[in-house]
């Protein structure tokens, strides 16, 4: 298992900088990819970075997820660095406190705490042309850097809809990435609004304590078995004394779940994959009532695909009701649906979700012709190889548009942007360049050819609305296909593809100030 390590605090771990401080990299964000960056500058020598972090501890999204049963779906051993494996993981799919424990043990042990700069949300970053070089405006003051790394990951806003009389419920209301743990649920009536990935795993967590759950469903999401189970300690022995074979295990669950792109690319593989998952319901939920609520009427893959073996056995109990009708109205103790039915409610939790093609982050990065990245992108975010934005130079995003997987770990895909990311900053040294910018023309052309794999897809043809989708009906979202030409992509950083000159020497920003 891995050691304990203490919560760092701004106080405690951050070092003290004068305001108006310059780096070379400004890194946002402190979850796996603002680390993984981290580590890989301090690994090629470059000390000269920091990493700023609007909480007061490090962790991202596995900080602030903390509600009841909150763990991973993507297999432990695949979901941490390849680079930085962990013999110790308890269980086969890792839970919330063990990643949380990784990443601040790996931030540790690779000299990164005292990098990161907590209480420091950046609330503005813009490009200035003359001194080429990011300003960034942040809560703890302001720097510039040569370089910008986004790091901030999608699933960090909170997505809460706008429902009718919300703001005049008396009770307590939070999302599931803000959970109030000094709200005891116990004999209360709660309204759960959501069926998503943190709902299917709370849901059972609070059904006991709860004297009602009322769970409030739009679209029955497709749940297959999780099959977890606790790693033995000869396992964990194996994996400390003979780490290569962790890592052959850990291949082997990389290609094994590759295959599951097949059926994202292929919606006829995907049907016949369904009949099995169905299978897995009727087991589950012998009533054929509630088995027709929970039934997906669209092709599986087109919305997240969950995974459980307690979700469905919860819902079966006396005191869970799913409502399938839409929500009228909240009034201050109750929910009204669109059939007429008001349900009295004493707290309500919200499961709905992130912020993920309408990145509040984007609203904040403002370019070389003073427009943002969120009014450039316009509802619809585009970026070559998800990692650079014509207009943007010198600026860097980790799981940028297009870099999700629906079918393999995240991790995968951070690996390889930052290793293009480094190759970027090593052609900005070698051809003594002080300014890097993707081409207008290699973007568009990259992006392209994504938009040309996706008809044919379950995102085209499932029928149905997901967080994949953005408001111009695109996938932004997820890379389409497998998982590893993306890294064959990435292996190396292509300068043809950009435009690298060099900083404006100083007399002509003299001369334009003058």
Request: with cysteine; net charge neutral.
């Amino acid at each position: 298992m891995l050691n304990e390590v203490q919560s760092p605090g701004a106080a405690d771990h951050a070092e003290d900088h004068a305001p108006g401080e310059h780096v070379r990299v400004a890194i946002v964000g402190s979850g796996f990819s603002g680390l993984a960056m981290g580590a890989a500058l301090r690994d090629a020598g470059i000390e000269d970075f920091a990493i700023l972090e609007r909480a007061d501890d490090l962790g991202g999204t596995w900080r602030d997820n903390t509600y009841p049963g909150c763990a991973c779906d993507v297999p432990s051993l695949l979901y941490s660095y390849s680079f930085a494996q962990n013999p110790g993981w308890s269980r086969s799919f890792s839970p919330q406190p063990e990643i949380w424990a990784y990443l601040r043990e790996f931030a540790e042990r690779r000299g990164l705490v005292a990098r990161i700069r907590f209480g420091h949300e950046v609330l503005r970053s813009a490009w200035d042309e003359d001194e080429s070089r990011w300003r960034v405006e942040t809560a703890g003051g302001t720097l510039t850097a040569d370089v910008l790394v986004s790091a901030t990951g999608g699933l960090s806003e909170p997505s809460v809809p706008a429902l009718a009389g919300l703001e005049s419920f008396t009770g307590p209301t939070f999302h599931s990435a803000r959970w109030d743990h000094d709200h005891d649920l116990a004999g209360e009536r709660v309204a759960v609004i959501g069926t998503g990935a943190s709902a299917i795993q709370f849901v059972p967590q609070i059904q006991p304590r709860a004297a009602q759950v009322h769970l409030f469903q739009r679209t029955a999401p497709w749940v297959v078995p999780r099959r977890d189970r606790a790693l033995s300690d000869l396992e964990h022995r194996l994996y400390a004394r003979v780490p290569w074979l962790q890592s052959a295990m850990r291949g082997a669950i990389f290609w094994g779940r590759e295959t599951f792109a097949l059926g994202l690319m292929h919606p006829r593989i995907m049907r016949a994959q369904q009949r099995l998952v169905i299978g897995h319901l009727h087991r589950q939920v012998p009533d054929p009532a509630l088995r027709a609520k929970l039934t997906p009427d669209y092709v599986m893959g087109c919305k997240r695909i969950l995974v459980s073996d307690d979700y469905y056995p919860s819902l079966r109990r006396d005191n869970v009701e799913v409502v399938t009708d839409g929500i009228a109205e909240v009034r201050p103790r109750s929910i009204l649906t669109t059939d007429g039915t008001e349900r009295e409610v004493d707290a309500i939790i919200f499961g709905t979700g992130f912020q993920v093609t309408e990145m509040p982050a984007a609203r904040r990065i403002v370019g070389r012709d003073g427009r943002s990245l969120g009014e450039v992108w316009d509802g619809s975010a585009r970026a070559y190889k998800g990692s650079a934005v014509a207009g943007f130079p010198n600026l860097f995003l980790l799981t940028g548009p297009n870099t999700g997987s629906g079918h393999n770990s995240i991790v995968f895909f951070i690996e390889s942007q930052v290793r293009y990311v480094m190759g970027a900053l090593r052609a900005m040294d070698e051809r003594g360049a002080g300014v890097v910018e993707v081409r207008p023309e290699a973007q568009a052309a990259y992006n392209r050819e994504i938009d040309a794999r996706m008809p044919g897809t379950v995102w085209s043809a499932g029928g149905c609305r997901s967080w994949y989708l953005d408001r111009t009906g695109r996938n932004s979202t997820l890379w389409p296909g497998f998982s590893y030409p993306f890294r064959r992509r990435t292996r190396r950083f292509d300068p043809e593809r950009y435009t690298l000159r060099a900083r404006r020497p100083a007399v002509a920003r003299e001369a334009v100030g003058a």
